[in-house]
Antibody, heavy 126, light 107 residues
Framework: QVQLQESGPGLMKPLETLSLTCSVS??????????WTWIRQPAGQGLEWIGR???????NYNPSLQSRLIMSVDTSKNHFSLKMRSVTAADTAVYYC??????????????????WGRGTLVTVSS | DIQMTQSPSTLSASVGDRVTITCRAS??????LNWYQQKAGKAPELLIY???TLQSGVPSRFSGSGSGTDFTLTINSLQPEDFATYYC?????????FGPGTKVDMK
């Protein structure tokens, strides 16, 4: 079955650019109507939606992070990526990638996150 | 952004109990509401989407209801594997937002 696996730097210094990749295995990243999504979770806290990208390249970003984000999809490598510039300690979190799919009822599309990666811890510290 | 709140923040219960968690949206979101379960050290998992549709493979003791601004997740006959944190999420618009979570722990 389809699985997602995040990879990232682990430890970073403030003001560096975070680069994360989510590898999709067991299926094609462009094999359906999916939005590929990033979510993060600081230790002991709740979930924050970072943004999502469609295989066409269309993106939606969280406005609170938008100025620092770039998401991309590489269908040849079957992965999608997140870049976040100028990180600070506040960006320390577990970062998850996830697949968003939908249930259609008439003209309504109910999107939900049906598949998640295990998460990767990113620590920003000087 | 749509703000999501949940109550209670922590719920102490025993195996076999019926548990109810409430989620409220800051504006009407129809039934664009999902529920996730997260166990310690693990990624969240989808339980329910569109407020009341059970994800494939999720036990039938889980159920969801509500529309507009008020939603409920119910666990009938709590099982040992259900001790976890539960999050609601709206999918009405962007940015998708999550509730702060409800931790269900052992009484």
């Amino acid at each position: 079955q389809v699985q997602l696996q995040e990879s990232g730097p682990g430890l970073m210094k403030p003001l560096e650019t975070l680069s994360l990749t989510c590898s999709v295995s067991g299926g094609s990243i462009s094999g359906g109507d999916y939005y590929w999504t990033w979510i993060r979770q600081p230790a002991g806290q709740g979930l924050e939606w970072i943004g999502r990208i469609y295989t066409s390249g269309r993106t939606n970003y969280n406005p609170s992070l938008q100025s620092r984000l770039i998401m991309s999809v590489d269908t040849s490598k079957n992965h999608f990526s997140l870049k976040m510039r100028s990180v600070t300690a506040a960006d320390t979190a577990v970062y998850y990638c996830a697949r968003a799919t939908f249930y259609r009822s008439g003209n309504d599309y109910y999107w939900y996150l049906d598949l998640w990666g295990r998460g990767t811890l990113v620590t920003v510290s000087s | 952004d749509i703000q999501m709140t949940q109550s209670p923040s922590t719920l102490s219960a025993s195996v076999g109990d019926r548990v109810t968690i409430t989620c409220r949206a800051s504006q009407s979101i129809g039934t664009y509401l999902n529920w996730y379960q997260q166990k310690a050290g693990k990624a969240p998992e989808l339980l329910i989407y569109s407020a009341s549709t059970l994800q494939s493979g999720v036990p039938s003791r889980f159920s969801g209801s509500g529309s507009g601004t008020d939603f409920t997740l119910t666990i009938n006959s709590l099982q040992p594997e259900d001790f976890a944190t539960y999050y609601c999420q709206q999918s009405y618009n962007n940015p998708r937002t999550f509730g702060p979570g409800t931790k269900v722990d052992m009484k």
